[in-house]
């Protein structure tokens, strides 16, 4: 299958700072991405939809001041968690996938800690 | 609304076999897809059922019947790699993911 690489996969950070994640396809154009959030035990929340060249389309209750979506090119989308606070902690995910396929393929997930 | 409903745990033994039943109600369907995934680690890709029937992949086998809103993943010959959550997730109209909440799998020797 293909190849998505996220990064970094484990990061902790100061409350009050920033923190960006990476997300890239290696081996194909994504032309959608998607940013999950994991809280412990519980499945995945998708935060936003990124389409290349777009803003990205936010679910309910995320707030995008605080967590930034770049996807400035069809093999990387960015998500930034500014001013993060210890309440942010949790797994992040991306995923992506191209033009009409189906399936989409997650990046290895970023393990967040704000002390 | 949409919802996506799983068993919460389970537990088999090695070398038998188990099924993990997903019944949903979407907007809409555009396919149902079965993930594995190990604790702190991201999702990894099973199967995806677009029509009804049963699909066969090594020890891995999905169902789906799209008149009842219903899957299943069949995993044989149990091994101990095997305990992980199992999550279930419908693409929509919009081919957006509904997730399920995910059932753990937990293998006894």
């Known amino acids: 299958g293909a190849v998505v690489s996220q990064h970094p996969s484990r990061v902790i950070c100061k409350s009050g700072t920033s923190v960006k994640i990476e997300c890239r396809s290696l081996d194909f154009q994504a032309t959608t991405m998607f940013w999950y959030r994991q809280f412990p035990k519980k499945s995945l929340m998708l935060m936003a939809t990124s389409n290349e060249g777009s803003k990205a389309t936010y679910e309910q209750g995320v707030e995008k001041d605080k967590f930034l979506i770049n996807h400035a090119s069809l093999t990387l989308s960015t998500l930034t968690v500014t001013s993060a606070h210890p309440e942010d902690s949790s797994f992040y995910i991306c995923?992506?996938?191209?033009?009409?396929?189906?399936?989409?393929?997650f990046g290895q997930g970023t393990r967040l800690t704000v002390v | 609304g949409q919802n996506i409903d799983q068993p919460t745990e389970m537990t088999a033994t090695e070398g038998a076999i188990v099924q993990i039943n997903c019944t949903y109600q979407t907007s809409g369907f555009n396919g149902l897809f079965w993930y594995q995934q190990h604790a702190g680690e991201a999702p990894t890709f099973l199967s995806y059922?677009?029509l009804d029937g049963l699909e066969e992949k090594g020890r891995f086998s999905s169902f789906l019947s799209r008149s009842k809103g219903y899957s299943y993943l069949l995993l044989k010959e149990l091994q101990m790699k095997d305990s992980a959550s199992y999550l279930c997730?419908?693409?929509?109209?919009?081919?957006?993911?509904?997730w399920g909440a995910g059932t753990k799998l937990i293998i006894k020797p």
């Open positions: 995923s992506a996938k191209g033009g009409s396929d189906t399936e989409a393929f």
């Open positions: 997730a419908v693409a929509d109209s919009n081919y957006q993911l509904i």
């Open positions: 059922n677009v």
